[in-house]
């Protein structure tokens, strides 16, 4: 289960003040965790609901020019985060 959503969050450095997109996805799969790892996909909580593990994750959204090299990747079929 992937969510759409997409949150902001500040963050003080040396320069000012840094916003953050983050994409968010729950799992109910144990055997994904390895996986979701290895794509920058980090854990932040689990809630376990009539004996169903629930998985929720966050990383942060890549900007426009990662995205647009991601798809590159993807058409030629050379990408580490499917």
Known sequence: MRFGFTAWSDRRSGAGWIMH?????????????????????????VIVLHETPYFYFKRPQPSFTERVTLE???????????
Not at 72 to 79: C, I, L, P, T
């Open 72 to 82: 590159q990747r993807r058409r030629v079929g050379d990408d580490d985060r499917r």
């Open 21 to 45: 997109r983050w994409q968010y996805r729950c799992e109910t799969d144990p055997g994904q965790l390895d996986r979701l790892g290895d794509e920058g996909w980090e854990l932040v909580s």
